[in-house]
């Protein structure tokens, strides 16, 4: 299972793990395929560690899961914050997964155990994830020039034929 993020600065495209973490994953591919993040911006890049996106305020404080309400994490041992373009559930703390994710820049283990990761950049890590990392941020780690998701394409679903 596979969808490619189109953003303006290129396309990433991200293998999910449907069957390791199947309720986050039913989250990310549900809001992908209704059009949640299209015309959505990253609104925080930290170079060398993690760029973020996924709230439809553009503010990072927003955005809901398909659930209506915040749901729990999805923990798996197996999957780990170990490389760059590895995808994940940004979180407020325990269980309070919505509907925004971050795509890591290089290893972040001290994220293991503490956020869902669902899926890995196949395509896309050393030209589209390279442009988003050196966009300049201001002090609160805001991009100066917008990086905007455009629009997602689903290669195949396998929610959606249940």
Do not use: W
């Amino acid at each position: 299972m596979s969808v490619t993020l189109h953003t303006d600065l290129g396309d990433l495209k991200i293998e999910i793990f449907c069957e390791s973490v199947p309720k986050t994953a039913e989250n990310f591919l549900a809001l992908c395929a209704s059009s949640y993040y299209d015309s959505t911006l990253f609104h925080r890049n930290i170079a060398g560690f993690i760029v973020q996106g996924g709230d439809p305020t553009g503010k990072g404080k927003g955005g809901q899961s398909i659930y209506g309400s915040d749901f729990e994490d999805e923990i798996r041992h197996t999957l780990r914050h170990h490389a760059r373009g590895m995808v994940s559930m940004a979180n407020r703390g325990p269980g309070t997964n919505g509907s925004q994710f971050f795509i890591t820049y290089g290893p972040a283990p001290h994220l293991d155990g503490k956020n869902t990761v669902f899926g890995r950049v196949l395509e896309g890590a050393d030209t589209t994830l390279n442009a988003m990392e050196a966009v300049e941020v201001d002090k609160k780690h805001r991009p100066k020039e917008p990086i905007l998701l455009k629009s997602v394409t689903i290669h195949a679903n396998p929610i959606a034929e249940r």
